[in-house]
């Protein structure tokens, strides 16, 4: 479905919003917006379109946001939320919300630490990959524990047109099993075996094309499960260009922060930070595509 283009800064000024980029090719913090209050509908596809072409849209200060509003407010954006397989990271009450960070609640642990130590667009294991990501901060470290977004968009355009043609009709293999295994290394075997056996790889174009802006990325998975089988070398390459420092928006977390961003041509990740001193806690909502890579 292409959707027709929206002049969204005008469209949020007009709202009373204002929009202040972060980074030349990612990041656009939008601020006046209470997320825990009804939201007027024409703002949704002006959301839509800002975070579509500026890859992650930063809401400061949504300290009064509650699961059931937030999920309330990811899920006007379509797609369907995410029920995650490890059920014990998830909320009791709203199973879509993931808890990520090392938190324990009754000498338990309920968010998952690992899953954002690698670069990587959100479940692009999928036959129908991730759309819209929303991590909202509860808690976070003074210091480390950032998360980077890439602009695959752009990172493409910025090829010479050689390198481009080259890159034509390939594709990519991605693995869950790969990734399950490494994002998830305390899960039993049978766990393991089990989401093989649900989640065989997928082959997605390693050049996609954005419905929505209608303009040519760089689609690469990501490090933990991704492969490009024809030609051994090509991803670390692509991955370098990507995210060395052009194309990147580098997010230094507030409790308090939502986080919203288009995982169709775009690639993040988190930081380490002192897990023995310091706690993280995210909650994660994924929106599934209804539509493949193409
Ligand atoms: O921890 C983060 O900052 C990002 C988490 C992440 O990428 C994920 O949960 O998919
Ligand atoms: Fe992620």
């Avoid at 656009?28 to 849209?57: F, H, K």
């Avoid at 490890?86 to 090392?102: A, D, K, S, W």
């Avoid at 959100?122 to 003074?142: I, K, N, Q, R, S």
Wanted: charged share 25%; aromatic share 8%.
């Amino acid at each position: 479905m292409t959707r027709p283009s929206i002049d969204w800064r005008h469209s949020l000024a007009a709202h009373g919003l204002a929009a202040h980029d972060l980074s030349r090719h990612a990041g656009t913090q939008i601020t006046g917006l209470d997320l825990s209050q009804p939201i007027d509908e024409a703002l949704i596809p002006t959301l839509r379109a800002a975070c579509a072409e500026r890859v992650v849209l930063l809401f400061r200060d949504q300290h009064d946001l509650t699961p059931r509003a937030y999920l309330a407010f990811a899920n006007r954006f379509g797609g369907r939320p995410d029920l995650h397989s490890q059920r014990q990271y998830c909320l009791g009450e709203h199973p879509e919300i993931f808890v990520v960070g090392n938190v324990e609640e009754n000498g338990r642990r309920i968010g998952a630490s690992r899953v954002g130590l690698n670069w990587h667009t959100d479940h692009y294991h999928l036959p129908e990959p991730g759309l819209f990501t929303f991590l909202h901060a509860l808690v976070v470290p003074p210091e480390a524990g950032e998360t980077r977004y890439a602009n695959g968009l752009a990172a493409y355009d910025a090829l010479p047109a050689a390198a481009k043609a080259e890159l034509d009709g390939i594709q990519v293999r991605h693995s869950r099993a790969k990734l399950f295994k490494a994002l998830f290394p305390e899960a039993t075997a049978e766990a393991q075996a089990a989401e093989q056996a649900k989640m065989p790889d997928v082959i997605h174009p390693l050049v996609r094309r954005h419905p929505e802006l209608a303009r040519d990325g760089l689609y690469l998975g990501g490090e933990w499960g991704s492969e490009i089988e024809a030609e051994p070398g090509l991803f670390d390459r692509l991955l370098d260009h990507m995210t060395d420092g052009e194309f990147v928006y580098q997010h230094h977390w507030r409790a308090g922060d939502v986080l919203m961003s288009d995982n169709r041509c775009s690639l993040h990740r988190a930081s380490e930070w002192d897990e023995t001193t310091e706690l993280r806690r995210l909650h994660r909502i994924i929106l599934i595509d209804d539509q493949r890579p193409q």
